[in-house]
Antibody
C-alpha cells in the first residue's frame, strides 16, 4: 500500500524558515517524480514545486522561487520542502504527492505563518 | 499563466442523476509531444484530493467507469453518470502542459 506521511508543520513567524518532510513507502520511491501541492484555508489547490525521480530537475511556481527548495533522499525514500522567508500567504495545508499526474497524496500538514 | 475556468462553481444533484463539469483553458493544453496533460481530481470533505482522470480521458486505477473525461484543445468535460453518495465533494481540473502547472477553481458537487 502506498503511503505518504508529511511532517514538520506548525506555527512560524513571518520571515522565518521551516522544513517539511514526506516519508514514502509502498512503492519504489526512486522511480517517481514527486511534488508539493498546497491549499490555503477554505481555498482551492495550488501546485508549489516538483522534483524529478533523480533530483536532477526541479520546478517551482513563481511566488516561491528563490524562497522554497524541494529536494529528496532516495536512500531514505523521503521528500523535503525547505521554506525560507515565509510569508502570511504561505499559510496552507501542504500535501506531498507522487507526480505528475498526482497519483497518490499524503494526509497533508498545516503550516501557519503568523506573528 | 494558464487559467482553467471551471463551470459551474457548484452543482446540486439528486442521487442517480448525471452531472457534468466543464473546464475551459486559456491556452491549448496539447503539448508538443501530442499528449494533453489534463487531469481531474476529487477532494471529498475532510480528505486529501484523489486522482480520477489523467490524460483527458484515462481513469486512474480503481476509479469507477461512471466517471468519463473528454475534450481537447481548450475545452474539457468530466461527466459522472448515476451520481452516488461517495461522489460528493469538490472537483478540480489541472493542467501540467504549461509552466506553471495550474488547477481550476473547483466545482462543488452536493445533494439537492
Amino acid at each position: 500500500e502506498v503511503q505518504l506521511v508529511e511532517s514538520g508543520g506548525g506555527l512560524v513567524q513571518p520571515g522565518r524558515s521551516m522544513k517539511l518532510s514526506c516519508a514514502a513507502s509502498g512503492f519504489t520511491f526512486s522511480n517517481y517524480g514527486m511534488a508539493w501541492v498546497r491549499q490555503a484555508p477554505k481555498k482551492g489547490l495550488e501546485w508549489v514545486a516538483y522534483i524529478s525521480y533523480d533530483g536532477g530537475s526541479t520546478y517551482y511556481r513563481d511566488p516561491v522561487k528563490g524562497r522554497f527548495t524541494i529536494s529528496r533522499d532516495n536512500a531514505k525514500s523521503t521528500l523535503y520542502l525547505q521554506m525560507d522567508s515565509l510569508r502570511s500567504e504561505d499559510t496552507a495545508t501542504y500535501y506531498c504527492t507522487t507526480g505528475a499526474p498526482f497519483d497518490y497524496w499524503g494526509q497533508g500538514v498545516m503550516v501557519t505563518v503568523s506573528s | 499563466d494558464v487559467v482553467l475556468t471551471q463551470t459551474p462553481v457548484s452543482l446540486s444533484v439528486t442521487l442517480g442523476d448525471q452531472a457534468s463539469i466543464s473546464c475551459r483553458s486559456s491556452q491549448s493544453l496539447e503539448y508538443s509531444d501530442g499528449y494533453t496533460y489534463l487531469e481531474w481530481y476529487l477532494q471529498k470533505p475532510g480528505q486529501s484530493p484523489q486522482l480520477l482522470i489523467y490524460g483527458v480521458s484515462n481513469r486512474f486505477s480503481g476509479v469507477p467507469d461512471r466517471f468519463i473525461g473528454s475534450g481537447s484543445g481548450t475545452d474539457f468535460t468530466l461527466k459522472i453518470s448515476r451520481v452516488e453518495p461517495e461522489d460528493l465533494g469538490v472537483y478540480y481540473c489541472f493542467q501540467a502542459t504549461h509552466d506553471p502547472w495550474t488547477f481550476g477553481g473547483g466545482t462543488k458537487l452536493e445533494l439537492k
